[in-house]
């Protein structure tokens, strides 16, 4: 996969699971924290 590409099905996937364990969206903890990364770095 291009490294610089946005997965946003993959984001997508882990942003429902996230939420449905009971994750808080935000902070650093939250759901976005480990998924920032790629969706900022994508082109």
Do not use: C, H, Q, T
């Not at 946005?6 to 429902?16: Q, S």
């Not at 808080?24 to 920032?36: Q, T």
């Amino acid at each position: 996969m291009d490294n610089n590409k946005f997965d946003f099905g993959r984001f997508k996937v882990e942003a429902i699971k996230g939420l449905s364990s009971g994750k808080p969206i935000n902070g650093e903890n939250g759901i976005f924290a480990p998924l920032m990364k790629p969706f900022l770095e994508a082109s």
